[in-house]
């Protein structure tokens, strides 16, 4: 995406949806390092292209800190997105 087509990358909501119930529900506010430093240091030792894909990590509620712990199985359906960016929908499958 370009500067001009997100007003303000440090807020957008953003979820995580497994089978349905929602497990994460956050904010790019509360990332440790904010959206531009993030560019900002990986620029100075990649070149970025367009359709690059930054992972910075993800928003409280992730399954070892569940209780019961809560981990993902085979034919668990995921559903994953950022206000304006879009959304993500994959079903987990066991390896082989």
Do not use: C
Not at 62 to 78: A, F, H, I, R
Request: no cysteine.
């Amino acid at each position: 995406m370009t500067r001009d087509e997100v007003e303000d990358p440090q807020n957008l909501s953003m979820y995580l949806d497994v089978n349905g119930h929602r497990y994460q529900d956050g904010s790019t506010k509360t990332m440790v390092f904010g959206v531009a430093q993030v560019i900002s240091h990986l620029s100075q030792f990649m070149s970025l292209q367009p359709g690059d894909v930054i992972s910075t990590g993800t928003p409280p509620g992730v399954g070892m800190g569940q209780k019961p712990e809560t981990y993902l199985k085979p034919g668990d359906k995921m559903e994953l997105g950022i206000e304006g960016l879009g959304v993500q929908k994959q079903v987990t499958y066991a390896a082989e």
